[in-house]
Structure formats: C-alpha cells, structure tokens
C-alpha cells in the first residue's frame, strides 16, 4: 500500500470508508488486532464500519483520531507483514461525557446492528463504567424501538455472553453472543512505532503487533446482520463451551502459570519462560491434566502443540509481568476447573496444584504485578500461614481437601 504523504489519514490512501454498523468498547491493542482484522478480511467487510471507544482514558483515541482511525498491524512470525487497517472509521474516548454521550447515541441508532468489547476481565461487574454505558444505549435503543441488536463480549471469561447479559439486564430484542477469542497481541512498544515508520515510510502513533495466528469462535444469534467473518476463518458453534475450555485452560492457563513461575526464575517474556525444561514440563503435564476433560473433538493435542509455537515466537517481546496481572482471578478460572475436574474423576491434579503453588510462591516472595484484589493478598500474607490464606482466598474449599 503507498501513502502520498508520510501521515496517516484517509485523504491520502484509497481505502473503504464504510458506515458506522459496529460500536466497540474498548480500544486497545486486542480489539485492533483482532475484531478490526476480521471485519477488514471478511467478503463484505467494507460495508461494515467500526465506531471504537476508548473507555478509561483518552490516550488510544487521541493517537487514532488524527489518523482518521487508520493504523498498521504488524503480523510477526518469522518474518513481518505489514498491513493498514481501515475498518474503524470513528473514534471517540467514553472517559469523557461528550465520548459517552456519541457512544449511547449509536449503541441506540438503528443502523447499529453489532455492538463489541475488549474491555478487560476486570470490566464486567455490574457496576462498572462500560456495562452502565452499554445498558444506557441498549435502554435507550429499546425504548426508542431502534430494532434488534447484537452484543459480543471478546474478553477471556467464561460464558462472556451469558455473564455480559446478567450484568446488563435488557429485556427485549437484544441477542448475547458467547465467543472464545484467540491472538497473542502484547502492548506496542515505541521500537514497534519506530520499525513500522522504517519499513512503511509512515509515521503511526497506534500501530499494533500481532502473531501470525488468529481464531474467533461464536456462538448465538445475530437478528440484524453481521459481517461474513467466516470468509475470514471465524467459526460459528452450537455449544461453546468445549472450544472455550480449550482456549482459556490450554493457553490462558499455561500462561499465567508461566508468568508467576517464570517471573520466579528471572525470565521476562513467554518465549524465555516456554523455552525453561522445568517449566516447559509444568506446562506439559497440566495440559495432559486439563485434555482429559475436554471432548476429542475440539483436538486439544494439535491444539497444545500448535501453542508450544506460538510460545517460543521469540520475535513476539508478551512480558510476563503484563501476563501475570489478575492471576487470582484468572486461575479461579483457567486451573481450579481442571483441579476440580481431576478431584471428581479420582486424581489428584498435581500438575494444577503445582500452577496454584507457583503463584503462592510468587506473592510470598514478593513477586508482584497489579491484582484487583491486592488487599486480600496482603491481608492473606500478614496472616501466620500465608499459604493457607493464600488458598482460601482463591476457593475455600481447596483447604479442606488433601492436598
Ligand atoms: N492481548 C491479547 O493477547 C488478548 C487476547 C485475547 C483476548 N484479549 C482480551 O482483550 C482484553 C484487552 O486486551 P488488550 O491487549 O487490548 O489490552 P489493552 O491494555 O491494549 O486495552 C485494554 C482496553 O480495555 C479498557 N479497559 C481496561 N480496564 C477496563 C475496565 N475496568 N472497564 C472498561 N474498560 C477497561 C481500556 O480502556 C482499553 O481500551 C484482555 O483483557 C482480554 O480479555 C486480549
Ligand atoms: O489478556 P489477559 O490478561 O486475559 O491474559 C493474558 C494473556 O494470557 C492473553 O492476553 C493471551 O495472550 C490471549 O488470550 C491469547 O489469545
């Protein structure tokens, strides 16, 4: 693709600007590299514009605004491809009330058929800022008899839809969709920034770094259309439940085990921690732990060794410390069901144990990224048995049981 100058902007690139069908919630790395792709690469993709809100500061919306929603994905693997993005054709930062207000007017407008999130684990609880936002524009959609819409959650939590459609409680023509999302995108760097105006010849203040890889799997109803995203490679399902399970216990697992393990052993990104034998073996026995419960169908062995690849993409810098974030949360629900799972069949799930034990060690050592429920941690490592406190805090029950 040539630019005629060296800023990003639609008057000097001949690119679709289709009408605004999609709202999303959150604007960061994940969403771009992800829904945005999706929606380029499907057959009627330019017929689909993206609105795309940031929602706890303006920083994404102001470096995309100038660039009339324009940016660069960077696919990594051996080698870079480059590509510009033009499906989100508008901006807007819900942080600010002027932002929100733009975002519950076309959550609410008719030709709003498909409304997105990225908005993290941490933003579904019921009163968090996105979930009244989205509730506001579906109200206001309803009572204005603006038609059918559909809402896609695209955040690593089990049952996305069922739980987004309990938080925001809308009755009437609103379809929830259930979807497990799978790209490993780390946070942009300024040496991203800066190798993406060397090789293109442009100047981007919100390229995105992505693997090769990508898979969406969906299941629901869409009542006012979609986008082809299967032409794509998207898979639409019957019952999620199965791939979700794949996805968040095979890779999301292993992940935060690496994090809380491998910051322990000094490493910094995955690709190191992938590449540590101790590891590597923690790894391997959780997986064959965790595909005893999964249906043969769903091919968790060419799953997991597809995923020993993308691990050890070295060119791809997904720090552990950005990984290891919420990993109480993330365990409740990424490890205890497969622990859970192997107690029930008779075992003792000592592969799930030993990613629980990890990140006991790690918080006793001091070894710490943000938590949403940091007090609780604190309060578990002042208590005299920290390790026990520690288990409590991720499922009391878990303290009854022998190890
Ligand atoms: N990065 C990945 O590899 C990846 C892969 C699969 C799924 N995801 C999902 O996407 C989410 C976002 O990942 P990212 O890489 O884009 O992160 P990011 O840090 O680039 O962006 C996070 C976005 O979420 C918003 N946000 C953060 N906390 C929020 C809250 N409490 N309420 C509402 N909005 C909030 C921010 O405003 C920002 O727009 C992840 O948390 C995960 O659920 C990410
Ligand atoms: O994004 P989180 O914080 O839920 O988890 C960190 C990573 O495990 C995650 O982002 C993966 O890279 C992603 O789920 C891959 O599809």
């Given at each position: 693709m040539k630019l005629n100058r060296s800023e990003l902007a639609r008057s000097a690139v001949a690119v679709p600007k289709p009408p605004v069908r999609i709202v999303h919630l959150g604007l960061g790395a994940f969403h771009r590299a992800h829904q945005v792709w999706f929606t380029q690469h499907a057959a009627d993709g330019s017929e689909w514009g993206i609105a795309a809100f940031s929602m706890r500061s303006a920083t994404a919306a102001d470096a995309l605004a100038p660039q009339d929603g324009l940016f660069t994905l960077v696919q990594r693997g051996a080698r870079d491809s480059v590509e510009l993005l033009w499906p989100i054709v508008e901006v807007g930062d819900a942080s600010a009330e002027s932002g929100a207000v733009r975002m519950v007017e076309l959550i609410a407008?008719?030709?709003?058929?498909v409304v997105t999130l990225t908005i993290t684990e941490a933003g579904y609880a019921a009163d968090s800022a996105a979930i009244r936002l989205l509730r506001a524009g579906l109200v206001a959609r309803v009572a204005a008899g603006g038609g059918p819409i559909t809402v896609v959650p695209c955040d690593n939590l089990s049952g996305n839809g069922e739980v987004l459609a309990a938080l925001v409680g809308v009755e009437g023509e609103v379809s929830f969709v259930s979807t497990s999302v799978d790209r490993i995108t780390p946070r942009t760097t300024p040496a991203d920034q800066e190798s993406v105006r060397r090789t293109t010849g442009w100047t981007d203040m919100a390229p995105v770094v992505t693997e090769p890889f990508a898979s969406w799997i969906l299941q629901g109803d869409f009542p006012a259309g979609r986008p082809r995203w299967e032409s794509a490679g998207a898979v639409f399902v019957q019952d999620i439940t199965p791939w979700e399970q794949r996805k968040l216990w095979l890779l999301n697992g292993a992940h935060t085990y690496l994090a809380n393990a491998g910051l322990a052993r000094g490493h910094v990104t995955v690709a190191e921690a992938i590449a540590d034998a101790e590891l590597r073996a923690g790894v391997d026995a959780f997986w064959a732990e965790a595909a005893a419960h999964l249906p043969v169908e769903v091919g968790a062995a060419a799953y997991a060794e597809q995923l020993i690849e993308r691990f050890a993409n070295?060119?791809?810098?997904?720090r552990l410390s950005q990984i290891a974030a919420d990993s109480t949360a993330k365990l409740r629900v990424r490890v205890l069901p497969v622990l859970r799972a192997e107690r029930v069949a008779g075992r003792s799930g000592a592969a799930s144990m030993a990613f629980i034990d990890a990140w006991i060690q790690a918080m006793q050592a001091g070894?710490?990224?943000?938590?949403?429920?940091d007090d609780q941690i604190d309060a578990a490592l002042m208590s005299g048995e920290s390790g026990t406190a520690l288990l409590t805090l991720l499922d009391p029950k878990l303290v009854e049981e022998p190890r």
């Open positions: 407008a008719p030709s709003t058929a070295a060119r791809i810098e997904h070894i710490r990224s943000a938590d949403a429920e």
